[in-house]
């Protein structure tokens, strides 16, 4: 197992957020690099090596990173401590010495952090999600929690590209459903594209947060292979990218640093 590499985020003093490099050998196979989803078809023991290898660089053991078995819901859960979540696409957590975080593999990966309240949350918004309205979801749990929503700051990690996502007029209608149209470019014989973290964004404004909080992706995980995974380019059964986030005093972030790219 190749040492991971991880991608800072950046937010506030207060929260710590990195998204994993895969620190692939070939970029073409599906699995190779660091990959700790269990759900895609990895074999379990290339899940545990990515695993362990994740708490080594970063300092946080493992069974305190925390994640869901993700099916583009719109379902928010509350973490309070380690446990296995079903059908949830958002975590939420007040707790220090906990890592909350998301798989993606296209789709976009939010961090949310309000410094005042150190409240954190992890969203992961496909076009379902999106259309859904996950992410107004996510900080609606988080101001629950004691939150406010001006003074929560979002970063999103690698997703998809307006130019990499193309997709059909079915799911064009749907964003056109969720008002959500003005963020679906269209060109002269080509079939319709969406530009999805604008639209992400576009949501979190709603729900409050000002844009110069709201920091958008760094990378097209699909343009990049051999950074990260991507579903278009590797099909569905691949290895999954994972960006999350915990409360700074957790871990020490000297830790941290001598497998981040800042």
Request: a negative charge; aromatic letters at 6%.
């Amino acid at each position: 197992m190749t040492k991971p590499d991880v991608l800072r985020l950046h937010l506030p003093a207060g929260a710590a957020a990195f998204t994993t490099l895969r620190g692939c050998v070939d970029a073409a196979l599906p699995y190779d690099g660091v990959s700790i989803c269990t759900y895609t078809g990895d074999a379990p023991s290339h899940v545990a090596d990515s695993l362990a290898a994740l708490s080594s660089c970063t300092g946080i053991p493992s069974e305190r990173i925390v994640s869901a078995r993700q099916t583009h819901s719109v379902n928010v859960a509350y973490v309070s401590q380690p446990a296995a979540f079903e059908n949830t696409d958002a975590l939420v957590s007040d707790r220090p010495g906990i890592a909350i975080g998301v798989h993606t593999a296209d789709c976009v990966p939010v961090v949310l952090f309000d410094p005042v309240a150190r409240i954190i949350g992890a969203v992961h918004s496909g076009w379902r999600g999106t259309v859904g309205r996950i992410s107004a979801a996510a900080v609606r749990e988080m101001c629950a929690l004691g939150a406010t929503p001006g003074q929560i700051h979002a970063a999103m990690g690698p997703c998809i590209c307006p130019d990499c996502f193309e997709v059909g007029e079915e799911v064009a209608e749907e964003f056109i459903k969720a008002n959500l149209g003005g963020f679906i470019i269209r060109k002269p014989g080509a079939k319709p594209h969406i530009d999805l973290p604008a639209a992400v964004a576009a949501t979190l404004m709603e729900s409050g947060l000002e844009k110069s909080n709201i920091a958008l992706p760094p990378e097209c995980n699909r343009c990049r292979p051999d950074l990260f995974f991507s579903a278009r380019r590797l099909g569905t059964s691949s290895g999954r990218t994972f960006t999350f986030i915990h409360l700074e005093n957790a871990v020490s972030i000297s830790s941290v640093k001598s497998c981040t790219h800042e």
